[in-house]
């Protein structure tokens, strides 16, 4: 497995934008499929974006339709870090945000299986 760190996360306005990163241990992290999911009190835990392995600069991106046009997920593997630049933020969007790591191309957090602690975020209208 591999040990996953979120930061961040913040405060910031409706329309505002945030980056947050994930910096994971170990030496095999371009063999891993990356996502964020995120978390709002009370609801489930729904994916957010997905980027697939690879020791290329070109990757397979994903997204929920909920994100999609607005949030950006990339990731710099000589830095064993993935990032998810958010834009045009919305309130619907405050939630913990979690960065999680899977051998399989996934949109279900059953098939993630490392985890980070999460990352708040809070947009205000």
């Known amino acids: 497995q591999v040990q996953l760190v979120e930061s961040g996360g913040g405060l910031v306005q409706a329309g505002g934008s945030l980056r947050l990163s994930c910096a994971a241990s170990g030496r095999t992290f371009s063999s891993y499929v990356m996502g964020w999911f995120r978390q709002a009190p009370a609801k489930e835990r729904e994916f957010v974006a997905g980027?697939?392995?690879?020791?290329?600069?070109?990757?397979?991106?994903y997204y929920a339709n909920s994100v999609k046009g607005r949030f950006t997920i990339s990731r710099d593997n000589a830095k064993n870090t993935v990032y998810l630049q958010m834009n045009s933020l919305k309130p619907e969007d405050t939630a913990i945000y979690y960065c999680a790591a899977s051998t399989v191309v996934a949109r279900t957090a059953g098939q993630f299986n490392s985890w980070g602690q999460g990352t708040q975020v809070t947009v205000s209208s």
């Open positions: 980027i697939s392995w690879g020791g290329s600069t070109t990757y397979y991106t």
